[in-house]
């Protein structure tokens, strides 16, 4: 299969940690800007956070700042989402998606579509 591979979702306390990673084994992910969406029940579609392809830089919105961390792993072909002190409303499920192209700025990345999507990790807050 093309498309992302997403892991690490569950069960998790309010104030809780997950780390969610996303692989392919067919593409380098070093070769795409790689991203994170999440959808909570009822709600569309938002950007969390994404790493540039060009220059290794990333962006969160601001749901995400201070609290979650995008990071690329090369060697392990593997963008990971490290997510610290989660709150019920970040309770989702959480999509990785590549795309071949530059964004300049980084965050332009959320407005374009995507060359890959993965079917998603589900991620619950709750106590």
């Known amino acids: 299969q093309e498309q992302p591979v997403e892991s690490g979702g569950g069960l998790v306390q309010p104030g809780g940690s997950l780390r969610l990673s996303c692989t392919s084994s067919l593409f380098s992910f070093g070769d795409y800007t790689i991203g994170w969406f999440r959808q909570a029940p009822g709600k569309e579609r938002e950007g969390v956070s994404c790493?540039?392809?060009?220059?290794?830089?990333?962006y969160s919105t601001d749901s995400a700042k201070g609290r979650f961390t995008i990071a690329r792993d090369y060697a392990k072909n593997t963008v990971y989402l490290q997510m610290y002190d989660l709150k019920p409303e970040d309770t989702a499920i959480y999509y990785c998606?590549?795309?071949?192209?530059?964004?300049?700025?980084?965050?332009?990345?959320?407005?374009?579509?995507?060359?890959?999507w993965g079917k998603g990790t589900l991620v619950t807050v709750s106590s």
């Open positions: 790493i540039s392809r060009s220059d290794g830089s990333t």
């Open positions: 998606a590549a795309s071949s192209n530059d964004y300049y700025p980084i965050h332009a990345f959320f407005a374009y579509a995507m060359d890959y």
